[in-house]
């Protein structure tokens, strides 16, 4: 169950995406993949879901998105497998990640923090490593998730007189 902040936040990222011509998708459907052909690949083991993924000129931004350390340290699958990955809070917890060295950057040394002011102003904390070269697959299965997203987002509108 999403909190109200978590919400707010999803609705600020989706703003500033869309204000800087980039493309964001929410709640994107993610399944690791093997190859079985040539442009072909099939999913392995089960679905994960990545909080927010934004796409500009075919790179992929995946994020994650906390609002509490508890949330953060907890067992919920994080998917970090975008040209640019991201871990976003509130500025004050993103602050405190990275000043105390918390054991979430041991575990993810790739990946960014943006911190958000709880507004609309999002703020790169720590910088990630860009993978400038993703593999086929992983780019398939966040293009494919991101249709799959925003289609789902887009039925609501069929319904309406």
């Known amino acids: ?35 079985i052909g040539a442009f072909t690949y099939r999913p392995v083991g089960q679905v994960e879901y990545i ?5 500009k ?4 931004n995946c ?10 340290h907890s067992k919920a699958a994080q998917s970090f497998v975008g040209n640019k990955n991201y871990l976003v809070c509130p500025l004050e ?8 060295n918390d054991s979430w950057l041991e575990n993810h040394p790739t990946v960014g923090i943006i911190g958000w002011d709880e507004k609309n102003t999002f703020k790169v904390v720590k910088r990630c490593k860009i993978k400038y ?7 398939m299965t966040l293009a494919k998730g991101m249709i799959s997203s925003m289609s ?3 039925k609501g509108y069929g319904n309406e007189n």
């Open 1 to 35: 169950m999403k909190t109200q902040l978590t919400k707010k936040m999803e609705r600020a990222l989706v703003a500033d995406a869309l204000k800087k011509g980039k493309h964001p998708a929410l709640e994107v459907k993610y399944w690791h993949t093997e190859s």
């Open 51 to 55: 909080d927010a993924v934004i796409e």
């Open 57 to 60: 000129d075919g790179m992929f």
């Open 63 to 72: 994020m994650e998105l906390k609002v509490s350390m508890k949330d953060l």
């Open 93 to 100: 917890m993103a602050k405190r990640i990275k000043t105390c």
């Open 133 to 139: 070269l993703l593999p086929e697959n992983d780019w």
């Open 152 to 154: 789902k987002e887009m």
